[in-house]
């Protein structure tokens, strides 16, 4: 009887169910909650970041202060409109941790943000202002995410 209680103490390394999800570890609830902590503050980061593009850009146009069509609003405006979409990528990536439906943080969407990053970087660059070397720089880093982006979702292609 002791020798049963024993062996089936140590085999029991999952106790979940057919189709229950097995119980977290240690680490997994610490990187869980650190992801809800995160998930919290781009929450709220987002939502400051859409009332003041809401806020500027109403405020400006009613106002008329700003012209919808100059160069410098244009590039203003859309550039807080990358920000914002840059944050909900962010905030949606890290859902996939929260709850679980990925352990962790993939690849392929951390080099998309970075690109959406560098959209937003070459949107409100202006080009007067910018040297040679510091847009070819820009180009170069761009290519390189592109490339490596792509032999990522090549590999992943071939995987499935």
Known sequence: MNRLISRDFFSRKNTAKQ???PPLTFYQRIESGVAFVLTAVISIVIFVAVYRLVVDTVGNLLLGVANPLDHKVFQSVFGQIMTVMIALEFNHTLQYV?????SIIQIKTVLLIALLALTRKFIVLDLAEISAEHLFGLATVTFVL???YWLIRERDDRLV
């Open 98 to 102: 929260v709850t679980r439906e990925q």
């Open 19 to 21: 189709g229950e999800t």
């Open 146 to 148: 592109g490339v490596t």
